[in-house]
């Protein structure tokens, strides 16, 4: 049987979908629960400080690349999280992932990419991802399809999975930020927070609960 090759760059939903019977939904528990986790998580004083710091350079750099993002607001929002746990989980960057996986016509097909960011097991180097992040900054931009990009490193990651655990992951598109959950052949889009208003204290404490969700996953 040969096998296709597919980059993330050129995934879209509807290519994931029709190829591998994803399905999209509405309303996911895991979604609900990973959300509502983090109502319970505010900044502390300091913390508070340095977002502020870190969304005034977003507010006054609306003509940022996809690397100044990264630079700039996307890598100091992580490192302030700190997604690092010795021999336990790490956060890594433009690290190679891939797997074959069998489409709904039984035909192979590698995907494969590179992640802007994501988290896997392993310290030195990845081993099984948990989560992975994908960074599209313009609101305009029309190559490409940042939803469909972090479905197929998603996809990947579930595949590398020998558990079939639960996949998280998240998209900016422009200021927003999206979040997602893969479980099984269904996942879920979360609503856009704006990280020029008070969402940027909501996206830090979505993704301060992604690590505990990541902690429990690991044990």
Known sequence: MET??????????????????VRQIRIMPLMDDWLNSADAI?????????LSVLQELLI??????????SLHFVGPMFSLINF?????????????????????????????????????SGYREPEIPFFCFNEFKKETETKGEPAGQALA??????????????????????????????DGKNYCISQGFDATT????????????LKGIITNLIS
């Open 84 to 120: 690092t746990e010795p021999y336990r989980f790490n956060l890594f960057a433009e690290r190679f992932i891939s797997a074959t996986l069998l489409s709904e016509n039984n035909e192979s097909i590698l995907l494969s990419g590179k992640p802007d960011e994501f988290i896997a």
């Open 153 to 182: 490193a998603m996809l990947v990651g579930q595949a590398l999975n020998e558990k079939k655990q639960p996949m998280y992951g998240c998209y900016i598109i422009g200021r927003d930020w999206y979040f997602m959950v893969l």
């Open 60 to 69: 006054l750099n609306a003509s940022w690349n996809e690397q100044e993002l």
């Open 4 to 21: 296709s090759e597919k980059s993330f760059n050129d995934c879209r939903l509807a290519f994931l979908e029709k190829a591998f019977g």
């Open 198 to 209: 008070e969402h940027i204290n909501k996206i830090f404490a979505i993704l301060k609960a």
């Open 42 to 50: 505010f900044p502390n004083e300091k913390e508070v400080a340095f």
